[in-house]
């Protein structure tokens, strides 16, 4: 198993899909996990140590473990398969472990609150894990805290992008005739 950390959590501009980036502790690999708006807005929220007025529904189950003497140990990423991630809570009661299946999402969400370790599977990494690129390092951020960046994709469109020109094409004519 390979331990990580939550790099980043980020989004498209133009789609709002969400992704978490787990990085691998000293290292430059890593993986991303599309995940949905209200898991990135839990684990952000937690990662940044913001505690809600309420408990969120992460927040629940984790006051629910506790309060039946389970205390979480890890959450591993422990399968992929059909483009879908798998996780594990791993959880400790009086002395047993209990190993509970789970939305990826979900388990890390549960895990920054807990502050245990993130592990991804040696065959999850090896499948599916990237090299950060020298541009994309982000060596110089806290391990603690999440990046929200937002990340806006090309239009490469001529038909999208023909509205602009016109307009701009329009601004030249008018400055040539001056």
Excluded at 17 to 26: G, W
Excluded at 33 to 55: K, S, T, Y
Excluded at 62 to 81: D, R, Y
Excluded at 106 to 124: C, E, G, K, M, Y
């Amino acid at each position: 198993m390979i331990r990580v950390h939550v790099d980043s959590i980020r989004f498209s501009l133009l789609t709002q899909q969400r992704v978490v980036v787990l990085r691998e502790i000293n290292s430059r690999r890593f993986v991303t996990i599309w995940i949905g708006p209200f898991e990135a807005d839990a684990i952000a929220l937690a990662v940044q140590g913001h505690q809600p007025p309420r408990p969120m529904t992460h927040d629940l189950l984790l006051s629910a473990i506790n309060q039946l003497h389970g205390t979480i140990k890890q959450v591993v990423v422990n399968a992929f398969h059909d483009s879908t991630f798998f996780a594990q809570i791993h959880i400790d009661q009086n002395g047993q472990t209990i190993e509970l299946d789970s939305r990826s999402s979900d388990a890390i969400a549960l895990a920054v609150r807990a502050n245990v370790p993130i592990f991804v599977a040696d065959a999850v990494m090896n499948e599916v894990g990237q090299e950060m690129d020298e541009s994309e390092d982000n060596d110089d951020l806290p391990t603690t805290s999440a990046q929200v960046e937002a990340e806006a994709a090309p239009t490469t469109d001529d038909e999208e992008l023909s509205i602009f020109r016109k307009f701009i094409d329009s601004l030249d004519s008018e400055s040539e005739s001056d």
